[in-house]
Structure formats: C-alpha cells, structure tokens
C-alpha cells in the first residue's frame, strides 16, 4: 500500500479544512477520494474546487456503502462521531475523528471498543499535541525533571465569543446540538493537554459551571473546576467564552520546581534539590532550595491539523507511532461530563463517572430544552482564526 | 496633643520591629512608652536597647493599670487581639492591632463594637494597604475604570515554609496556638487586599484545604477558595506553604477589560468598548472590542508597617483618614473563618457565616488536637524576610 484513499464525513467548516489540506500535502500518501455531506451546495463546492474525480455521497449509508476508501476523517457535529466511527471501523476503515470524541462517554467507550476489534489505526485531531512547547512541557514532566506534581492550574479564558457567534448557527451552544458549551466545543485541545503533558486524569471533580452567564444560550459559557488527583495534587482549569482578553497560562507545580506556559513561552524553575527532602532536612527558620529560573527554548512549529493528518496517514502506510491515538479522546471527554455532572449535581463526581447517569441527565437536558435562538446567517465563519 | 505615648502588647518578632520603628521616627509624633511581655528576657532586652525611661510589665493586668500610654500596639499571639483591644478600648486607649484581627469573628465583632463605643482611633497593622501598586489596583476598579468585575483570581503560592520552621514554636500551625495556618498566618494581608482593592465580599464559599499536607502540622497548609459574588463574578484564591518556587499573581477581569499583577507589575488590558455592549451590538462570527496592553507605571516604594504606624498617630493626633481602619480586619478572617468552615463541612458555606456554628467547630479542633510537635530552638527568627 503506498497511498490511503480517504472519505471526509462532514463538509462544514473543520471537513473543508482538512479536504485542502490532503490535497495540498499529497507527499505524504494522503488521497482525497470520496466526500459525505448532505447539504447538496457542499458537495457542489467540494466538485468545483477540487475537480471531478472525487465520490461524493449525500447520505452516509451510501457512502458507508459504496466508497472507494481506506479510511474516513469525521468532521460531523460532536454528537454522531462515535456512530460514524463505529460504522467505519465496522467496514474495515482506518478512523481520524475530529474533537471532541463524542458527547458523552458511554458512546466514546463503544467507539474505543470497536476501534480495539477493528485493528484499524485510529487517531483523533488533537492537533494541538503537535505544538513543541506542550511537547516539551510533556518531556519535563514525563522524564522526571519536574517531580511528582502537586498542582495543575490552566486559566484558558481566551475563548471569547459573542452573541452573534452563538446565533449563526441554531444548533450551537444547545444540549441537543452540540451537547454542551465551552467545555465541549472550545476546550477540547486545552483539556486533552491538560492530561496529556500531566500524565494525570483526575480523580474526583468539584465544578462551578455558569449555564447562558454571558450569552443566551442555555449551556456552560462559564467554568471553573477543582479537581483531585490520585497522588494528592490538586488541579484547576478555568474557562469561558465571556471574557475579553483573555488568558492562556498553565502552571504546573512539581517537587523539583514550577512549569509556567503563557504567551507562547515555556519557563521552568528548576529546584536544585527536592522540595520534599529540603522539607525533612533543613534546620533554619526560614529557607528554600536553591532555584534557577529558565527560558526553555522551544524549536520549530506545531504542525496542527496536517500534522495529526500525516502522522495518521504514516502510521497506516508504516506502522509509525501515533501522537494523538484515538482510545484517548475519551478522557478530555470524561473530564468534561464529570464536570456537568457536579455542576447539575452541585457535588463531588468521581472519576470514571458514572457514564448510564451521565447519559441520563444529557437526555434529560435535551429533552427540557426548549431554547429557541434567533439563526442568523453570518455568510463565512472563518474558522481558520480558531481550532 | 503633640504626642502619642504608646505601649506595645507583645516583644517577639513583630512587637520588637514596631519598637524600632517607633524609635526611629520620633518625627511623627510617635513615642515608646511602655512595653509588656511575660518573658523576662524580652523585656530585659526592651532595657538594654531602648534604655531605662520605657516602663516596663510583665501582665496585661499590670500594664493597663499602671502604663501611662494613649495607645496600645497589640503584637501577642493571635488569639488575644480582640480580648486585648476590647480592654485598651474600655480604658480609653487608641489600638493599632497586628493582623489577623483575631482567630473568630464572633470575637472580632465584639472587638469592632468596644472600638465603636469608645470613639478612639482603631488601625489594622495591613502594611500591605500601603503598596502603591495595590492602591493603583484599587483605584482603576474603584474608579470604573476596569467595569463590572468578572472573575478575580490570585494565587498566591510563595509563602514557602519548611518543617523547621513549624518546629521552632510549639504553638506554631496548632488549633490551640494560632487558629490555622497559611490562612491565618501568611496569607491574610492578600486576603484584605483581595476584597480592599476589589470592593467585593464573597457572597458564598466553597474551598478545599489540605490539612498537614506538606507538614507535619494540624492545621492547613494549602488551600484552593472558590467564591462568588453578589454581582454573578466568580474568584478564587489559592495559596500554600508547601510549593517552591511560589508564585504571587492577582488577576482581576472585567466588563472593560483585564488587571494583572505580578512580579510587581501592574498590566492592564484596557478595552475600548464595554464588553457587555459590544456582545449586544456585533453582529460578525468571530470578533472581540479593541483592547490596549497598557503597562501601568508604579511610582514609590509602600510604606508599610512603619506607613500604617504613621498614619495611625497622624489619625491620633491630626484626624486623618485611616488607610486600613481597624474594623476592616473582621473582613479577611471571615473569608478565612468560611474557608474552614466549607473545607470541614464539605460544603458550600454562605456569608457572612454562621459565627457560632464557627466558633463551636473551632472548639472541637482544639479539643480533638493531640498534636504535639518537637519544640526546637531556632535562635533568631529572622522575621525581616517576611511581613
């Protein structure tokens, strides 16, 4: 095999996206060969732009049926991605699915197993892990530099949407459209992160949501959540879509030191002796270890979404490893409902969650909304200023 | 009245430093009186330093009998600010109290009730009120310029402390000695300035102590508050004596824009518009209100403990405005009061909190403690390094 057909599911904002970026990297063994969407004028655009020799189907049973592909990228909305996984992988197909895994766990937990059965390469678009200063953030932590982690604290309040964003469209920010608010739609890359570079999923969650705070819509615009882990550290990850300017800056404590990623910059305090011996050992009043202050440098940029392509598209043709597996979609998923959960709840969650309530207090959601907003046609949200 | 004859309660570290002080700045009309402490060394030291004219006692009993004085600076143990002040107020004496104002507000509001009955001059020792970039932080939200605040969040983690230096008094981080931990003890000049410079209270609590986490202590030793407030804005503050390199960084969102300080600089995002207005008005996807990165100069250095000293003698003498009036101080510890109270009780706590509830479970605390820690002498103490 020396190339991988691919099938787009989904031709919206994130689908046409990834469609230039298969046929602008063709290097890599990436063909575009077939596109699913069943807005008729998508499928006219994607003829137009990209010529004749794509498939294009208008119904996913169709092209589940008739696609001449190796593999899929789901860039549906949130709610179908595990569905459309699940069928793909049935089929034989290789899966890369965009953000978020799903909408809730129960779900994502089917899709993981099927994918494990299938033994097909599965990869989710977490492009964001292919930025070298999380990267680097994840060596420190993972190679021991850092210490044992006592605290986590992630303000990304950097999300600012206005009103007019919400209205473009009648299914966003709703529990039946998109599932959820910030947290599910914006946060997604942050929460994967959070994670990913810690080695640390949380153990129980104590969150503070503000539902329609900002904007009239009826789910979360507004997030602070505790959390515990199993070592004792304690972590903190707040967001929201109602602040401007907002702040992006991760601060991750350790026994040997302090991490702080902001403005693009990664600084470690690096303590010349652990904390926790310093502690048992010193005999003065007042003191602490000896600490140097670091510029790390971070090379190079993050190769983003065609980053998580190639590296998809490689590891089909040659076995390579993947940066973003699949299977792992699910946490920043579980971090997510946990912290619906204790909102709604107004307690403690423990992790994993209980997936039957969770997908049980979703449904309910999604049944008493009744949230009409006023669709406003904005013509092009150009996404390429987001994620 | 020219001068104010003053005794001070109290001849450790604190209460020596505010004998130098006073000493030192003979210009304010500030006179050392009389000094009482039941350590005979203490006082032989007072002898031996400041000469033979300072009276000298070794009872409360005795010094407010006897000591020929206007006002008291209370520098004992915590417990005993508020007995201590009621009776300088029932003689008639002015008070310039150390902070914290006392261990329990139920105290404290009787404390704040003798200073109202007596008319005298009633100061809290928050030297940190004097810190010009505090003050400039006061003002820009004062003022209106930052707009309805959003969220407030300080961490202030870089109050670092070894198990030595819990060891070098037996009633150090005890119930029964102190009342708490890094709430009480190292932190409560952020919590002033964290309601002094935003004009908010918390309106209900939620927080999350660590008990002897770090050490071998009783009390707490990090702490992660949430709080709301009556405006919808949410907070938190965090802090801890367990983490090295700390780090000290307050930031404030508003409707018209963001403050933060740290490494003693004071940025502010000014926005050009109100966010508020600008979320109602545009009508594009994505889009925020113009914003100016705006490094506010800071100009001065704060005054602090010999600044509050100051300004109390010159409310004395000169009935100036006081800059950290003493019935100020109930508002700090009630902060601290409801983040024990929420940790113990593993729930939300309202404010202002239920002050006999509080008092009765501290009770239990210094009942329940069995902690008896190796008493070790550490010669001096170097309080310079801290406030």
Known sequence: MSEVKIGILGMGNMGSGHAKNILESNATGAVL??????????????????????????????FF????????????????????AIKAFERGLHVLCEKP??????????MNEAAKKSGKVFSMMFNQRTNP???????????????????????????????????????????????????????????????WTTGLMPKRVRAFCGFGKYHDIEVEDDVTAYVEYENGATGLFITSTG??????????????????????????????????QFNREYQGGFGEPECWKIDIPVKGEGT???????????????????????????????????????SWTDNWVEMPIDEDLYYQKLQEKIKESTFVKPEIEIKTLNMSVTF
């Not at 060969?33 to 294009?56: H, N, P, S, Y």
């Not at 049926?65 to 459309?84: C, E, M, Q, R, S």
């Not at 060596?139 to 999300?159: A, C, H, M, V, Y």
């Not at 907002?246 to 010349?272: A, C």
């Open 33 to 62: 060969a077939a596109v699913c969407d069943e807005r008729v004028e998508r499928l006219k655009w994607v003829k137009e732009t990209f010529g004749e020799k794509i498939q294009l189907f208008s119904s996913v049973e169709d």
């Open 65 to 84: 049926a008739n696609a001449n592909v190796d593999g899929v990228i789901i860039a549906t909305p949130h709610f179908n991605h595990p569905k459309l």
């Open 101 to 110: 895994a799903g909408v809730y766990t129960k779900d994502v937990r089917q």
């Open 133 to 195: 200063l999380y990267q680097k953030v994840r060596e420190l932590i993972l190679s021991g530099e850092l210490g044992d982690i006592k605290r986590t604290n992630w303000i990304i309040t950097d999300w600012y949407r206005s009103q007019s964003y919400y209205n473009s469209g009648g299914w966003r920010a709703t529990w039946a459209g998109e599932g959820g608010g910030v947290m599910i739609n914006q946060s997604p890359h942050q929460l994967d992160l959070w994670q």
């Open 243 to 276: 602040e401007t300017p907002g702040t992006n800056r991760f601060e991750i404590t350790g026994d040997r030191g302090k991490i702080v990623v902001e403005d693009n910059k990664l600084t470690f305090w690096k303590l010349l002796q652990s904390e926790r």
């Open 304 to 342: 983003h979404h065609l980053g998580i392509l190639n590296n998809w598209v490689d590891a089909i043709l040659n076995g390579i490893e993947l940066l973003a597996p699949g299977e792992e979609g699910i946490n920043s998923l579980a971090i997510t409902n946990a912290v619906y959960l204790s």
